[in-house]
């Protein structure tokens, strides 16, 4: 394991999209985040534990691995997985494990929360960060349909029947029928 710790101001200041923020939303993430070290093959985090904060790889590697699906990926310094990053489905099922000695940063989803409403730019990179408790206006960001279509059913999206036109329908007969129903 590594002798020297850096800390986690040091760790934030350094990555390459988080060293961006404000002196004051990054001083914020910094008081909040926590700094372990772990050895060779430790679980860092079990399959669900991911949704509940942003991990950062400060040094060493890392690999996330969903062994219900048999992939993995190998993570380096500098590398982030969890809250925000990664997929609902990669946040319930993968784990992260620590490759070699890795010192990792975690993140509360809620500080996180906190730091997007300070800092835009970083919630245009957290593009999946799901709702904290106590923050009812990206609740409801996230669960609106409108402002998150990629998670969202497709049956939920469909208002009326669907409209049809033969296969041997030209271009012009279409556009009608579309002009018809205003679709």
Do not use: F, Y
């Not at 430790?42 to 062994?67: F, H, I, M, N």
């Amino acid at each position: 394991m590594s002798t020297h710790t850096p800390s986690p101001l040091s760790v934030l200041q350094q990555h390459r999209v988080l060293g961006q923020l404000a002196a004051a939303p990054l001083d914020a993430l910094a008081r909040q985040a926590t700094l372990t070290q772990h050895a060779d093959g430790e679980l860092v985090a079990a399959p669900g534990q991911l949704a509940d904060q942003l991990w950062l790889l400060a040094l060493g590697s890392a690999r996330l691995e969903d062994t219900e699906q048999g992939w993995h990926l190998d993570l380096q310094a500098g590398d982030w997985v969890g809250a925000g990053v990664s997929s609902p489905a990669v946040q319930q099922q993968a784990q992260l494990v620590a490759a070699q000695d890795a010192t990792l940063l975690a993140l509360p989803l809620a500080a996180l929360v906190a730091a997007c409403a300070e800092a835009p730019a970083l919630a245009s990179q957290l593009g999946t960060l799901p709702a904290a408790a106590g923050s009812p206006g990206l609740e409801r960001v996230h669960n609106d349909p409108a402002m998150n279509l990629l998670a969202t059913p497709m049956r939920s999206l469909l208002k009326r029947e669907p409209i049809v036109a033969p296969p041997t329908a030209t271009i012009r007969e279409v556009a009608t029928i579309m002009a018809t129903h205003r679709a």
